[in-house]
């Protein structure tokens, strides 16, 4: 099948080719947004925002709480319009797919315009930082365990899923 | 002098001035102890020897609760990248509430964020709440 723009295809290494042994692409959770064509959790994410603003109460308590710290007077850097479209891009996915088992986040501002999203359950953290428009800093994912910790530069709503995926296994 | 370690057995405080950062049942973010913009490079603290908690209250706006941490533990505990943490003394600047201390040689979380998320979980897992009122 031929894709219609450029920017839509796999890289190279992931390209099946008659000279090579194919090798199959990296599972969802390891993959960068900008490094592979968008995956359809991502392509959706903003109109499944809406439609989750709309119909679902959980959904929209979370996101009132985001937009709340752009009033709040003890904001020294409130989040921007930027960093509130992200959320709507990068969070939906995963309220749709755990459904009755999404929690809503702890949620702060980071600093530099942006939003730290934080899901707690027992000894298990997943803290999405979602980068405002005056930071250069990417978003990330920084996930933590006990004493095992790392991070998912740029992330996906798939990534995000599974990383919550996992803390849902932890149980608290 | 500005700059100096403080000693070890000081108990430091650490104000919280965000709403967001006060937990349901008590706890904290461990988002308090990651830098932001507006911090300049470091943590503005109190020592509870000199400083009198309730003069730190006013001078926040709206101080929602504060923690405590022990400076020695501070600077025994080990960090990602073998990152040397201290607190020193930094009266004068930025109040005039006598005993203001700063946390030096955090990570930029614009830099390193990873490492600034480590760090910071490692601080509030040493934090004990104290109570304001």
Redesign the interface.
Known sequence: MSLACPEMQRPAMYRSSSASIEVPAPPMAIRGSSSVSRPNSERSGLLLGSALLEEDPLFSAFFQEVKA?QE??????PPDAYALAEILRLVPFSRNQLAQYWYKP???????GGV?L?WRRGRT?V?A?ISGAQ???RS?L?W?SGDT???VQDFTPATLLSYLRQGEGGGA | MNGDPIPCEDIIIRLIGKRQHLLPGGDVDPGMFVLRRSDEGRLSLFRRTISDIQVCKAALKKPYGAVTLHTGRVRATSYPGNRQIDVVEAEGEGTTIPGHAAMIGLPDPEIDPEAAERVASLLHKQSRNLALS
Do not use: C, K, M
Request: net charge negative; aromatic share 14%; no cysteine.
């Open positions: 710290l709040d007077p003890d904001e020294d850097a702890i949620v702060a501002s980071d600093g530099f730290r934080t953290e803290r930082v930071t250069a800093r990330y920084y933590e910790y790392g991070t």
